[in-house]
């Protein structure tokens, strides 16, 4: 046991040695919470727009203006035709083309259904599918106000539907990204850091030929493995503090729930992800070797969390495989408690399936991880 | 008891058969070399004794007990230091030396006392608080050999530990290693030094996974049977292609100095002139040398390729 103490007594010593890792842990989590908390932005905003006017009329201009002076949208002027405003599109000037018909007016006042057609570039789907949100919003509370001039009563008024009812987001109510993206990166940045770290600092052992030297010593794998992972978890978890803390110094977004619940599900996390890291040292000869087996598990762990598409997206096979994603439970985990303040009793389900994955994954890699060299 | 007992040692990688059976013992105060170029299999034999890796055939027993089984037995009382620089280059020079102290479980005090010593002959205590990376290469190599002496082995095992090393550490490291075999430690050691060889007690020299030849080296160079000539001359290449087609000439060898002629036939200074003069060879002088190692392994690597050559045909 005391053997294990020596152990992180002497990672301690090289860890606060070398300055990239003390870089790491003050200044890459504060770093990727401002550059990426505004860069990735689900937001959007001046999409650039054109319309075709055929009705000409008060109300079709009323539109017009509505589309025009939102921050949602880039107004480019009218087009003159149908086919105009599609060479607009084409030449990729416009994303979004917004069709009045004739009769517009005539319609709405005679209580037929006028149709309005929006025509989106779908290069970008995401952008695409939210701008076409926009414009149901902006119509239908166009149609209300318009309703409500003729006067309507308000009971015929909640029938107006031209489309969909607008969504209310709860806990993330202006919908602003950076509210989900930043615990996101949290949880990306600890993935990050232990399976990295860990596989990288094992190998580099390897490569300086003192991992040779330790095996020829009375220690014992699980002495070894403890004492490389222990440090890590410590670095870990210093960063995600530090992370903490620059979400709400930079965005306000101060953790609703309760630390140490987090806490708590952050280890079940990293039991995984430290075990993957020790996974890829069992392969690896060469650090280079270590990030890259560690990068290529990651890159599916965090497209497959929810993290940027939503797992309800996904087509169902690929959902089914997120269930054997550990990161997708902590994002989960991550949010409800860093937004909403969920208690941990709530979360059990997800906390107990990361435990179960993790000491999987944990127990498996150290049992690969061998005190022979064969 | 004999600390190393190696029996029949087999290992094979793949296709490749790195030791091809070789047997030797290790006594109490002795240094054993294994003498050899890259690839002749003297690391496998070490990591094998070490218990780093599994032997495919063979026996060997460390300090009585067999190695396959008393895996932790060989680690806990065996010192090894690998081929290549292994300490950790970011801590000290004393808390490498107090590191590995501690994976052993060697008490504060103990480590003290033999701190003391081991700074005593590696003349490392100026330095101690010096980070690893920052020492010469022959200072690294001692503080790996006093790193491994932490725990006091009885048995000592290095893989080629002067690799690279410049000659006067390399001399004061072996001053180390003999002195220690003085006070009863076993020291088994690889080299591709063949000057190295010549302070063993007992070499093995290793090609190809065999030992060509196993004994003490005095009596390995009492060995060569016929006279050997230095050939000095401006053109060594021209005159080798010229020489070692010639039947009676056939174990000549390139060296720094010149051509090493090995005169089978017996023809003496003056003959060996006359045969250069018929074939028109430059040189500048020829005189009688004596015989060292490296004359001895390359003419038992000759004589076993032709041997294995007739087997063949």
């Excluded at chain 1, 596989?199 to 490569?207: A, C, D, F, L, W």
């Excluded at chain 1, 497209?303 to 269930?323: A, K, R």
């Excluded at chain 2, 220690?180 to 063993?200: F, I, N, W």
Aim: one cysteine or more; glycine letters at 6%; hydrophobic letters at 45%.
């Amino acid at each position: 046991m005391h053997r294990i103490l020596y152990l992180i007594q002497k990672e301690f010593r090289q860890i606060l040695r070398q300055r990239a890792y003390l870089g790491l842990i003050f200044i890459m989590p504060f770093l990727q919470i401002v550059v990426l908390g505004f860069a990735i932005t689900t937001d959007v905003k001046n999409v650039p727009i054109t319309i075709v006017d055929e009705d000409h009329s008060a109300m079709s201009r009323r539109l017009v203006d509505a589309f025009s002076v939102t921050q949602s949208f880039d107004f480019q002027g009218l087009s003159q035709s149908s086919n105009q405003a599609k060479e607009v599109m084409k030449r990729g000037l416009v994303k979004l083309i917004l069709h009045i018909p004739p009769d517009f007016e005539k319609d709405l006042k005679n209580n037929v259904h006028p149709k309005v057609q929006a025509i989106v570039d779908g290069v970008d789907g995401n952008t695409a599918g939210i701008a076409l949100a926009y414009v149901n919003q902006i119509a239908v509370k166009l149609q209300q106000e318009w309703y409500s001039e003729m006067g309507l009563h308000p009971e015929e008024l909640l029938e107006v539907h031209l489309t969909e009812v607008e969504t209310r987001m709860a806990y993330n109510a202006a919908l602003e990204s950076v509210n989900n993206i930043v615990p996101g990166i949290l949880a990306v940045l600890l993935m990050a850091v232990t399976a990295f770290l860990t596989g990288m600092s094992i190998v580099r052992e390897k490569e300086i030929g003192t991992l040779e030297q330790l095996m020829v010593t009375p220690i014992q794998n699980i002495e070894l493995v403890l004492g490389k992972v222990v440090p890590m978890l410590v670095v870990a978890f210093l960063l995600f503090n530090v992370g903490m803390l620059g979400a709400g110094l930079i965005f306000g977004l101060w953790m609703k729930g309760n630390l140490f619940s987090l806490y708590l599900m952050l280890v079940f996390f990293c039991l995984s992800t430290l075990g993957l890291g020790i996974f890829a040292s069992t392969i690896a000869k060469t650090q280079q070797q270590a990030m890259f087996i560690a990068w290529f598990f990651m890159v599916f762990a965090i497209l497959l969390s929810g993290f940027f598409v939503p797992i309800e997206n996904m087509p169902d096979f690929i959902q089914m495989i997120t269930y054997l994603n550990p990161v997708r439970y902590f994002m989960v985990v991550i949010r409800e408690i860093y937004l909403k303040g969920t208690e941990i009793q709530f979360l059990w389900k997800e906390g107990l399936a990361m435990l179960v994955f993790g000491l999987v994954t944990f127990i498996s890699a150290s049992l690969r991880f061998h005190k022979r060299l064969n | 008891m004999i600390p190393i007992v190696i029996n029949n040692l087999k290992k094979s990688y793949g296709a490749v058969q790195a030791v091809k059976g070789v047997s030797f013992e290790v006594e109490v105060g002795e240094v054993f070399g294994l003498i050899g170029p890259d690839g002749a299999g003297k690391t496998t034999i070490i990591r094998t004794l070490v218990s780093l890796l599994d032997p495919d055939e063979g026996e060997i027993i460390f300090m009585g007990k067999n190695v396959i089984g008393n895996t932790k037995f060989v680690r806990s009382n065996i010192g090894y230091m690998p081929q290549r620089f292994s300490l950790y280059r970011d801590l000290t020079v004393e808390e490498n030396l107090r590191f590995f102290g501690d994976l052993f479980k060697v008490s504060t005090d103990v480590q003290d006392k033999l701190m003391k010593k081991l700074y005593a002959f590696s003349k490392l205590a100026p330095f101690k608080n010096r980070r690893a990376e920052a020492l010469s290469g022959g200072m690294k190599q001692k503080l790996a050999l006093s790193c491994m002496l932490m725990h006091q082995p009885k048995v000592i095992v290095l893989d080629e530990p002067t690799f690279g090393v410049d000659p006067v550490s390399r001399s004061e490291f072996w001053d180390i290693l003999k002195s220690l075999a003085h006070e009863g430690t076993s020291v088994l050691v690889s080299t591709a030094y063949m000057d190295e060889a010549e302070l063993c007690d007992k070499i093995a020299l290793m090609f190809q996974g065999n030992f060509l030849a196993l004994d003490k080296p005095d009596k390995l160079l009492q060995s060569y049977e016929f006279p050997l000539y230095l050939i000095e001359t401006d053109q060594v290449h021209t005159a080798y292609n010229k020489l070692y087609k010639l039947e009676e000439f056939s174990d000549c060898n390139l060296f720094g100095n010149g051509l090493h002629v090995s005169d089978k036939n017996n023809y003496g200074e003056a003959g060996i002139k006359g045969i250069l003069d018929k074939k028109q060879v430059e040189y500048k002088s020829v005189h009688r040398i004596e015989a060292d190692l490296e004359d001895i392994f390359l003419k038992l690597i000759k004589d076993g390729s032709e041997t294995s050559g007739r087997e063949q045909r």
